[in-house]
């Protein structure tokens, strides 16, 4: 079962989780959650959880890379900071030489665990000095 959905549980940190071969009713989901969260216009830091993500079919990935292409103005503006988790040593290596040819705005760094990240992610926001809302309910 594909599971893809945004955990916003940490905001202003946001955690992108695929798992499974997302389908293309999970992947929009997906991106109308996020496009739901670009209209608040303000700085977050991305976790993209693919830690048991599959290849999906080939139309979900061009939906999923025609979003992200599009959304590359404002991840520049808004992006303090975007990690990926990718336990596979070889799939982290060769994301490794796909980011060092791009160019962002913002921080990228890759990750084995989601703690990781979520350690590294919360440096940045302090670093920039990003609210977390108050706590609700803990």
Not at 44 to 49: A, E, H, L, R, S
Not at 60 to 79: H, K, M, P, Q, T
């Amino acid at each position: 079962m594909a599971i893809c959905h945004l955990d916003v549980s940490e905001y202003p940190i946001v955690i992108a989780v695929l798992e499974g071969e997302v389908d293309e009713e999970s992947a929009n989901r997906l991106i109308t959650e996020m496009l739901a969260l670009r209209s608040k216009n303000e700085r977050y830091v991305t976790i993209n959880d693919l830690s048991r993500f599959e290849l999906p079919n080939l139309k979900v990935r061009n939906l999923l890379r025609n979003y992200a292409e599009s959304s590359g103005a404002y991840r520049d503006r808004y992006s303090a900071g975007m990690a990926t988790v990718v336990p596979n040593p070889l799939v982290k290596s060769l994301m490794q030489m796909v980011n060092a040819f791009k160019q962002t705005a913002y921080p990228v760094r890759l990750f084995r665990t989601r703690q990781e990240a979520l350690v590294w992610a919360r440096s940045i926001v302090d670093k920039e000095g990003l609210n977390f809302p108050a706590p609700m309910g803990r």
